[in-house]
Every structure is written in structure tokens, then in C-alpha cells.
């Protein structure tokens, strides 16, 4: 399979996410993954893809602090997109085994680009099942193959699989914002336990393009020497366009 790499300026929350969808569909037509790195333009609070928001998050409270709201396609519990990295895969399932074969080659390429960057990064294989949504934050605890720095979480992923194609995305942490998932709660919420930053691990603050160059030499070792860095240009414009609709709608975002 053929990659490709591309490093995205920051969106606002439902630019990206269409974004993500539009990659799906290259991947659908012609057969490629794309290994994609990118920031969000304010910070974002996301839901996962069955997660129930309406009684649970206050649009009101979101909004007067300046946090845009947006739903993924992927499952998963709330996280809030501000000072972290965020990573995306989208590729054709015929290039893909089992849900646990595709997240554990995802990770491998997480563990090495993250372990190029000099952060002490594992796999968690944690005893408890994993959590069910809910208004806690998604970075609260690790679950099983999880990114783990110390024993506390570096790092979330969801995985989408539709009509011949998956996306899995993930948000590795800068700093530790997810405090304030809790306070946008409409009930209160036992504050979460201290998640794992790449500022803490690496005794400074990367920036984000270091961390795509990380990850991006990771591709290259591991998956395709030969993967080269794309711009986000017209070829996905159209369904850029017919995907964005979804994440504006306020049906979509607070389905449940």
C-alpha cells in the first residue's frame, strides 16, 4: 500500500473533521492511505460518534468561553482539542486486517515516531474493561494498546470503518486541558486524573511540525519508504464541501 503524508495548517473543529471524512473517500477511489498531522484553529470540544451530549454538556457555557463543539465519526468519549497534536489514517480496508491488527500497526508507528522525538511512550495493558462514554474526559484513564507515558494516558485514538475504508484518529497532548471537558459538564464531574504531555516528558514544549516530522519518518521506516508529503489542495475539495454540512448541524452534533 502506497502512503502519502500531509501536514494540515489549523481548521476550525468541522473543517477538520470533513476534512478527515474527504480523505476516506480519496482512499475509497484510489487505493491510498494518508497519514495526516494537524491543529485546531480555536480550542474544540468533540463528542464521540454514539456519545449522548444533549443534558449532559452546556452548549451555553462552551460558547461563552470561546470552545467551538463538533461531533466525530468516531466513537469514543469528549475531549477537548486545544494544545495537543492530532493524527488521522485513512485507508483502504483491503489493505487492512482486524480492527486489532490495524490499531496495533497505528501504534506502532505512534510508539516509533514518538520514541524519535525522545519520549519514553508505551502500550498500556491495563486489567479493567474499558469505559463506557460518558461526561468524563477521554484521557481520565487508559484503556487496552492505549499510549501510555508513566502509567498515565499520552494519547486517545478512535477507529470508523464504512464502506471499504477506515479512519482512526487520535489526540497526543501538548499540555493537559482536559480538566476543562469536566467543567463544560452540565452535572459535576470528580476532576480527572493528571493525563501524560509531551511538555512534561520532554522537558520542553515541541512544536507541532516536529511532531509530524517524527511521526512522518516513522511512516517511511515502517510502512513505505517512499511516502511523500502532499498539500491539502482541490482533489478532495468536493467531498470536503458535501461533508462539512454534517459537522455544522447542530442535528448532527447534538444527536443524542
Known sequence: MHWLLLHT???LGADNMAVDEALMERARLTGDAVFRVYTWAQPTLSFGRNQ???GVYDATRARDRGIGVVR???GGRALLHHR???YSVTAPLANTSSLRESYGRINRLLVNGLQRLGVAVEIAAPRERAVAPTAAPCFERPATGELIVDGRKLAGSAQWRDGGVMLQHGSILIDDDQPLVSALAEAKVPDPQPAATLTASLGRVPA???VATALFDA????ECAGAEEIDLNSTIDGARQRALGRYL???WTWRR
Open 9 to 11: 495548517p489549523p481548521l
Open 52 to 54: 449522548t451530549a444533549i
Open 72 to 74: 466525530r465519526l468516531t
Open 84 to 86: 495537543e497534536v492530532t
Open 208 to 210: 507541532a511540525e516536529d
Open 219 to 222: 511512516v517511511r521506516a515502517l
Open 249 to 251: 448541524d447542530d442535528e
